[in-house]
């Protein structure tokens, strides 16, 4: 009787755990077109053992149905293998979010990493640890690029949604200071991983978070029942990036990020709007885009 009992608790603990997923729905693709005369079984192994390393990875203490992961890919292209186990090329990494009512889905977050250098042991096991710098830096890497990832879905949903996950992420960057690879550091460039999340946890940004909410929850999310109060939304969003960009004098770097995922979706929102709902969105959109203002003529024309 107690073995019988014994096994339909199990059963039950088995079906309940079952029901939730790891947070990512997360693809990692590892490309080597360019590399000549190596072994390229090392890169099938890579892509291997990473994407069951974020299969097998928790990153929150939440619990996700499988409907509720978060879609998202990065896609390392290897350009050059600078010894057997060392490796250098660039790290493409988007996310993208269901938009509410519909069938719909927004990018979020398309990004791409120039300056990708790391080492990789054919064999070894991927373990991430929080509280330390790996200094073969292939996890730290993903990981950072993960907190981030979350650290915008989570502010989409709510407001300020996703503090805890910028703040592991500025973590694993601070560690990352004495590494012998670049793009951790202030001085390795304008457009790197020390600059993403130096923005992200800057006052000057404080309302770059609250504006993600804005535009995802209270604008995308509400135009499956009213396209009109949607807009209004996004207008108001785009009105407070405006202010990010006025108020940072030096570096914004993040907010070019949010502009290169949105870019074509603010002109296709925007094109059946009202004149001056155009007129609006274009005067805000030239200063706090004024790179893309070409594309953002083009809601004036249709």
């Known amino acids: 009787m107690r073995n019988l009992i014994a096994f339909i608790l199990l059963g039950l603990i088995l079906s309940v755990s079952s029901t939730y997923a790891q947070e990512l729905m997360c693809s990692i693709n590892v490309q080597s077109a360019s590399i000549q005369g190596t072994n390229k079984q090392v890169y099938e192994n890579m892509r291997n053992a990473l994407n069951d390393f974020m299969r097998e990875q928790k990153w929150t203490n939440d619990k996700f149905e499988t409907s509720e992961r978060i879609e998202c890919s990065l896609n390392f292209n290897i350009t050059e293998q600078v010894s057997s186990n060392e490796f250098k090329g660039t790290l493409t990494v988007q996310l993208r979010r269901p938009v509410f009512g519909s069938a719909y889905t927004t990018t979020m977050l398309n990004v791409q990493d120039k300056d990708i250098q790391f080492r990789y042991n054919e064999g070894q096991p991927i373990v991430f640890n929080e509280s330390s710098y790996d200094q073969d830096n292939l996890i730290p890497i993903i990981a950072f690029y993960v907190y981030v990832m979350l650290g915008i879905d989570y502010d989409s949903f709510s407001p300020n949604g996703g503090s805890i996950y910028w703040k592991k992420a500025e973590n694993i960057c601070n ?26 946890m800057d006052d000057n940004h404080r309302t770059f978070h609250t504006a993600l909410y804005d535009y995802h929850r209270q604008g995308l999310d509400q135009m499956s029942e009213s396209v ?60 706090a885009d004024p790179g893309n203002i070409s594309k953002y003529q083009k809601i004036k024309k249709k």
């Open 228 to 287: 009109e109060k949607g807009r209004e939304q996004i207008v108001s969003c785009i009105e407070k990036l405006r202010k990010v960009k006025q108020n940072v004098s030096r570096n914004a770097y993040l907010l070019g990020l949010f502009f290169t995922a949105k870019c074509d979706e603010i002109v296709g929102i925007f094109s059946e709007a009202q004149e001056i709902e155009k007129t609006k969105v274009l005067e805000y959109l030239s200063a």
């Open 175 to 200: 560690q990352a200071q004495k590494s012998q690879f670049s793009g951790w550091k202030s001085y390795d460039g304008t457009q790197n991983r020390y600059w993403l999340i130096n923005n992200a």
